[in-house]
């Protein structure tokens, strides 16, 4: 099911910058609305279109959009692109539309939130597969209750406030844009690092051995990809563009033995997250993409303990608590 929250944190995303702290969301007006149906259905695809506009959203729809002269195909293609939801409207008439369905497939293969509008609720059941799993509204009252929500969650004071509820205090293009990364958020620490890698040879042992020697007095806790992990090892053939190779493994942890104030151990689980913990005060979360994307293209959140409800800080602390009692010591 795709919730509103959902649908505004994937907009936010695609008008992120790559380095930023969080002040402003983005203005109601941007955000657009793909309405595919049948010319079978155009009165209810034109009362949808108005309901978007009224919610000071941008409709779109193709007989509004395409002039004389223009490619439709081309013209649609483009149009999708620029949708951050597509609202196929589902009606006897439509399930047997090559072109909605063609709009619905450009649209599910970019990744686009797709979210149908039936003009009958008893048209649930004659709904593919892939499309009945998702959030559906059964009628203009529920599309019209949707756009509410998320009105109010892209509005600039609503959308802010969710995300200061969340912690979200900055976001960064990628681990690579961050110089010295462990470094960069360690050297904040009082009493506590707990930090979760792929492995830690890609920070380096030198910034590894100045951050353990410099903070004598916290207590570094480091969870490690187990290197003979069968994860690891399909990583590797998926095409990773990094490997963990057993001397560079060797030389970090080594360096981790060497302190009395650092703690190591393996996990085998494959590292869904990359994630640092500081204290008792912000957590930096990074997801780890299989295959060749790595941590040049993943974007850096950080997140401070403001002990909201809905705060993410202590989501993010019962995962780590959670993988650490499950690991292993280190041989």
Same mark, same amino acid.
């Given at each position: 099911?795709?919730?509103?929250?959902?649908?505004?944190?994937?907009?936010?995303?695609?008008?992120?910058?790559?380095?930023?702290?969080?002040?402003?969301?983005?203005?109601?007006?941007?955000?657009?609305?793909?309405?595919?149906?049948?010319?079978?259905?155009?009165?209810?695809?034109?009362?949808?279109?108005?309901?978007?506009?009224?919610?000071?959203?941008?409709?779109?729809?193709?007989?509004?959009?395409?002039?004389?002269?223009?490619?439709?195909? $081309?013209?649609?293609?483009?149009? !999708?692109?620029? +949708?951050?939801?597509?609202?196929?409207?589902? %009606?006897? *008439? =439509?399930?047997?539309?090559?072109?909605?369905?063609?709009?619905?497939?450009?649209?599910?293969?970019?990744?686009?939130?797709?979210?149908?509008?039936?003009?009958?609720?008893?048209?649930?059941?004659?709904?593919?597969?892939?499309?009945?799993?998702?959030?559906?509204?059964?009628?203009?009252?529920?599309?019209?209750?949707?756009?509410?929500?998320?009105?109010?969650?892209?509005?600039? $004071?609503?959308?802010?406030?969710? !995300?200061?509820? +969340?912690?979200?205090?900055?976001?960064?293009? %990628?681990? *690579? =844009?961050?110089?010295?990364?462990?470094?960069?958020?360690?050297?904040?620490?009082?009493?506590?690092?707990?930090?979760?890698?792929?492995?830690?040879?890609?920070?380096?042992?030198?910034?590894?051995?100045?951050?353990?020697?410099?903070?004598?007095?916290?207590?570094?806790?480091?969870?490690?990809?187990?290197?003979?992990?069968?994860?690891?090892?399909?990583?590797?053939?998926?095409?990773?563009?990094?490997?963990?190779?057993?001397?560079?493994?060797?030389?970090?942890?080594?360096?981790?033995?060497?302190?009395?104030?650092?703690?190591?151990?393996?996990?085998?689980?494959?590292?869904?997250?990359?994630?640092?913990?500081?204290?008792?005060?912000?957590?930096?979360?990074?997801?780890?993409?299989?295959?060749?994307?790595?941590?040049?293209?993943?974007?850096?959140?950080?997140?401070?303990?403001?002990?909201?409800?809905?705060?993410?800080?202590?989501?993010?602390?019962?995962?780590?608590?959670?993988?650490?009692?499950?690991?292993?010591?280190?041989?």
């Amino acid at each position: 099911m795709v919730s509103s929250t959902r649908i505004a944190s994937t907009y936010a995303a695609s008008k992120a910058g790559s380095s930023a702290s969080l002040k402003n969301g983005p203005g109601r007006g941007e955000m657009r609305f793909f309405i595919s149906y049948s010319h079978a259905d155009m009165n209810i695809a034109e009362s949808a279109y108005k309901l978007i506009e009224r919610c000071g959203f941008k409709a779109v729809r193709d007989e509004k959009e395409i002039s004389g002269g223009q490619i439709v195909e $081309d013209r649609v293609k483009q149009l !999708l692109s620029q +949708s951050q939801v597509v609202i196929p409207v589902i %009606s006897p *008439a =439509s399930l047997k539309s090559s072109w909605v369905f063609y709009e619905i497939g450009r649209a599910d293969a970019a990744g686009t939130t797709i979210v149908p509008l039936l003009t009958h609720p008893a048209l649930l059941q004659d709904l593919p597969d892939f499309l009945r799993k998702r959030k559906v509204f059964k009628s203009i009252a529920e599309l019209r209750k949707y756009l509410k929500d998320v009105r109010d969650l892209t509005s600039s $004071d609503g959308y802010v406030n969710s !995300l200061r509820m +969340s912690g979200l205090e900055a976001v960064y293009k %990628s681990r *690579a =844009s961050i110089p010295d990364y462990f470094w960069h958020f360690a050297k904040d620490a009082n009493f506590s690092v707990r930090a979760m890698f792929v492995s830690g040879m890609f920070l380096g042992a030198v910034t590894l051995e100045n951050a353990f020697r410099t903070k004598g007095n916290v207590a570094f806790r480091m969870l490690l990809f187990n290197p003979k992990d069968v994860d690891l090892r399909n990583r590797d053939l998926e095409g990773a563009n990094y490997r963990i190779e057993p001397d560079e493994w060797s030389l970090a942890t080594s360096k981790a033995r060497e302190f009395e104030n650092v703690t190591v151990r393996l996990y085998d689980e494959y590292p869904f997250w990359h994630l640092m913990i500081v204290d008792d005060r912000f957590c930096v979360v990074s997801h780890n993409p299989i295959g060749k994307l790595g941590y040049r293209s993943s974007p850096v959140y950080v997140f401070s303990n403001n002990q909201l409800e809905g705060n993410l800080f202590d989501v993010f602390c019962q995962y780590y608590e959670i993988i650490w009692r499950d690991s292993s010591p280190i041989s």
